[in-house]
């Protein structure tokens, strides 16, 4: 079976863009790329796309066209979309179960009446790294270096997830493997307001601290153990007072990717488990 994943022409969040790697890494054929807010005009040949990550700029769109089968996994539905969504209920159950990145997604889409569970993100199963870096960074992603004490500002590296915009969809793709690259390379800590920063980092071992805003959205922290604070409450802290740790939760990721192939496969898809990035 043909299969596409999402591209993402209409925002400049990077993090997109690794939620696609995160579900590439599973495939073992070649793959197309959709746009996430335009599925509706889809007109290649019948194909299995992952819907996985964060539903939509364009909530108007959906669902996508006839030609374009679902599966639905690591998805996410912002309450704007929800409204929208609601009214093709029908759709939704023709596709059930309806994997969700996250509960509150999950609870909305039970409320219609449609088999739904919390399957998790594919960016929870990058490999993990098989060594440390010679000279580990500690990693500021999205994150104020204000909220730190002087020194510690000196020796950290500053990232962010938004990317120069509009920016073709092969390079931010590179830019996301990039970053990936750099995270498993380099980092010995990453604080970061960004869970498509946090989630892969601590798939692939690296010790993280959540920062950014919790909510339905964001719990899926809690699945895999990332601790949380809010930095604006801990003024000029010193990074090695917060609760930074390595996640161990390789059942958890077992689990995700099983789930996951086992939805690919049923409709005929080749998948592989992840070795390296």
Request: hydrophobic letters at 40%.
């Amino acid at each position: 079976m043909n299969i596409a994943l999402l591209n993402y022409p209409n925002t400049n969040n990077i993090g997109d863009n690794i939620q696609t790697l995160a579900v590439a890494q599973h495939i073992d054929q070649e793959y197309s790329l959709v746009d996430r807010d335009f599925l509706h005009r889809y007109d290649g040949e019948p194909c299995v796309v992952v819907m996985n990550g964060w539903f939509t700029h364009e909530p108007q769109n959906w669902p996508p066209a006839p030609a374009i089968t679902p599966i639905f996994f690591g998805f996410h539905l912002t309450l704007k979309a929800a409204s929208v969504f609601e009214k093709h209920k029908a759709y939704f159950k023709r596709f059930a179960p309806i994997g969700c990145r996250d509960q509150a997604t999950a609870e909305i889409i039970k409320s219609w009446g449609v088999d739904a569970y919390v399957s998790g993100c594919a960016t929870m199963t990058f490999p993990a790294r098989t060594k440390e870096p010679a000279e580990p960074k500690v990693v500021l992603v999205d994150q104020k270096r204000g909220h730190f004490a002087r020194s510690d500002r000196k020796r950290a590296s500053q990232i962010g997830h938004i990317l120069p915009f509009p920016m073709a969809s092969e390079v931010k793709f590179e830019a996301a493997r990039n970053l990936l690259d750099f995270y498993r390379l380099n980092a010995g800590i990453v604080v970061t307001s960004r869970i498509h920063s946090a989630m892969p980092c601590a798939a692939m071992g690296i010790p993280v601290v959540f920062t950014g805003r919790r909510d339905g959205r964001t719990a899926i922290i809690d699945l895999i153990g990332i601790p949380s604070v809010r930095t604006k409450w801990f003024r000029r802290t010193r990074i090695e007072s917060l609760p930074a740790r390595k996640p161990a939760f390789d059942d958890v990721k077992k689990r995700i990717a099983s789930d996951l192939h086992a939805r690919l496969e049923a409709h005929g898809v080749k998948v592989k488990f992840p070795t390296s990035l």
